[in-house]
């Protein structure tokens, strides 16, 4: 049986290990990294510190295996991140380089991340002002949890506010494209400008 329930600081750690987990392309990213944090400094902790009444996990009898987490209002977020969440990170990993080189590890490419934030397209957020991620590990997927996953955040996220919502997905994630679309997100389509293909933006409002 898998329970869906509301995050708990002591899950933490498990979360940072679904997100390397899932981090390449939706497959396991630990053979990528030296240190096996960077990814959830960035894609899980300052959602489980800043927004904990919009993270929820996926257990089953072997723990934690699936977790979704998010914001109703992205740009706010990311000033707190700026202020709170990433000087610590970036006395932590110091700044490889001002310009992205593509002979860099993945170590090198998430610290460069930390001191050079991606900010998401103005378009994206124009469109749909709050944004969400979601992981589950293997033996999680396609039994229908990551819906149950999306209802339960889309539940408390309406609650407080949200009305539209967006998610970035790696274009090499074809199973994680699928799935939001299933779900009822659409494509974003961005001006030429800001459209750098690193990621696919699509939304939906909030039931």
């Not at 990993?93 to 490419?109: E, H, I, N, R, S």
Request: glycine fraction near 10%.
């Amino acid at each position: 049986m898998v329970r869906i329930r509301e995050y708990r600081k002591a899950d933490l750690p498990a979360l940072y290990r679904i997100s390397v987990m899932t981090g390449d392309g939706g497959g396991d990213a630990r053979h990528l990294y030296r240190d096996p944090d960077l990814m959830g400094h960035i894609y899980v902790g300052p959602y489980a510190e800043f927004a904990p009444d919009l993270c929820f996990v996926a257990e089953d009898d072997l723990g934690v295996a699936g977790y979704i987490v998010g914001t109703v209002d992205t740009r706010p977020f990311e000033d707190r991140l700026e202020r709170e969440w990433w000087p610590a990170l970036r006395e932590r990993y110091p700044d490889p380089g001002t310009v992205l080189q593509p002979d860099w590890d993945a170590d090198t490419k998430r610290a460069h991340r930390m001191h050079h934030t991606a900010v998401i397209p103005d378009a994206v957020v124009a469109e749909c002002p709050g944004h969400l991620h979601m992981n589950l590990l293997p033996r999680l997927q396609r039994q229908g949890i990551g819906t149950r996953l999306l209802e339960r955040w889309f539940e408390t996220a309406r609650k407080a506010g949200a009305g539209r919502v967006h998610v970035g997905v790696n274009p090499g994630n074809a199973d994680g494209l699928a799935f939001w679309q299933r779900a009822g997100f659409e494509r974003i389509v961005l001006p030429e400008a800001d459209d750098s293909g690193r990621a696919i933006w699509l939304g939906r409002p909030v039931p």
